[in-house]
Structures are given as C-alpha cells and as structure tokens.
C-alpha cells in the first residue's frame, strides 16, 4: 500500500492506481484489457479535440468540456451509450460496483466509480486534475491552467460545476471540517491517491481482517492526516476485534479471563480513540438518505 502511495506520478497514474486496488479486491479484474480501453477512450476525446480550432484544442477548459461531452452526452464517441448515475446503487455498495471495470462494462456508476475514471482520462489528456470530498461522497477538482481557477465538477451530474455552497446543503458538514482540510479540499496527489485506496480497507473490514485493516487505515491516514474515512474505518476494526475475541465469547464482563483483560481494554481505547480524532477533525456521523 505504501507503495503504491510513494509510486512517482511516471509509473503509477491514477488509472494504474485503481486498477491496482481492484485487482486487490477482486483478482480476476483484467487490469491490461481496462488500461487498453481507457487508452482508447483517451484517443478518441482527442480526436473530437482534433476538430476545434488549435488554439481552442490546446485549451484545458476545452479539453475538460469535450472529456464532459465523451462521458455524459451519447453520440459517435460513446456509440450512443453514454456514463450514467445509478439511481439504484448511488453509494456503489452492491459487490464490485464500485470497480472501474464495472463502470465500463455497464456505464452506470457511482460517486467513487465515477469521479475517478474522469480523474483517470483527465490527467492522460494532460488536465489539472484531483479528488475531493464531502460526506461518504467524491467528487473532482478542475483547475483551469488559463486563469487559474479551481472547479468542482459534480462527476455523478454530468460533471456540471457545483458550488461549495451546494455540497454544504445537501451533504451538511462542519465548518471545522473544511477548516481542518477534511472535506472540499483540493487534495494533493498522495492525498487523492488515499481516497482511491480506501477501498482496500473496505474490503479488509468485509472479509473479516481486520488487523490488516487498521495496518492498512495508519498508512493512508499517514498519506492524508485529515482522511477522517479512515480513522472512522480503524475505529471500526477495533470494535470488531473487540467483538470478535471478547463480547461474542464472554457476554459478561465478569467472564472476561483475566490474561484478556489489558487486551480488551487496548481494544476498547483504540475504538474510541479513532473515532475521537475524527471527531476533533470536524467528522460527524452521516446520514443516508
């Protein structure tokens, strides 16, 4: 995982990186045929950038807009089949919903799915381009080279630009917060690259390893100290363990054996520590709709 964090930006994109982490989760992803297809995606937005005039084409701001046209509007670029939101599964909680091979076999995705293949196909094409955040939500940074002029483009709305003030309605958030660097933040590589990564720790937590999650939750919070995701995913690990080895086994906390005492107490205190600091960063329990 530290690895892939560290990786210099010439050998590991950001296509690479979330293909890395789907084949974590699911091995049988075809990495190489994906990486062909997003190649593929890539050269065609560039010959729709072939028919605006060489000024215009060399534009980031039209780049981006004919990257939004590739995705979102159907025509001879997408065979008529263009990306949609997938009204059933907004959140990507159905197995492998949230795997960009998914993504591009079904064209419906997600607020992960989503926001990283547009990262993806924008930094091939030469984009100033990032993730950020608001509440068990992603969403992508813009940053036009021209006037230098950050956007947030609501990747699960067609990319349309999208205040801040929209996402503090709908997806409510403290202002500490965002002070703190949790949320709508223009995240730095290392720190978007933990966002793409926290999928690893999901799936430790799902298939019951959890000392491997909180191993995996200390490296990305390393790489984004403000990534309260994950301190809310350690905090987890740890009441699970917990559990696991002792509220299953021993209902009563008179039935705890002695030699297990000091453990289940780490346990408790490493529980509630985790969910401590993400408190003190602003983090607040969402609500699903």
Known sequence: ???????PESETDFARAKLAVDKFIDPSVDDAAALAE??????TVNKMLGTLPPDAASASMEKMKALRTFLYEG????NGRPFQYDLSDPYGQQPGAQLLSNYLATRKGNCVSMPILFLALGERLGLNLTLSTAPLHVFVKFTDDATGKTW??????GAGFTRDEWYRQ?????????????????????EALSIVATAVLDNLITTGRYDEAIAVADVLTEAYPANTYTLVKKGTAYYRLLDANIIQKYPKQSDIP??????????????QEAFAKAESLGWRQPKLN
């Not at 025509?75 to 997408?78: Q, T």
């Open 1 to 7: 995982m530290r690895g892939l964090l560290d990786a």
């Open 38 to 43: 997003i190649d593929g995606m890539v050269a």
């Open 75 to 78: 025509g001879w670029w997408n």
């Open 152 to 157: 947030n483009l609501e990747t699960t709305s």
């Open 170 to 190: 709908k997806l409510p958030m403290t202002d500490e917060a965002i002070a703190n660097g949790v949320y709508l933040k223009t995240l730095a590589r290392r």
């Open 258 to 271: 002695a030699d297990k005492v000091a453990y289940a107490n780490d346990l408790y205190r490493a529980n």
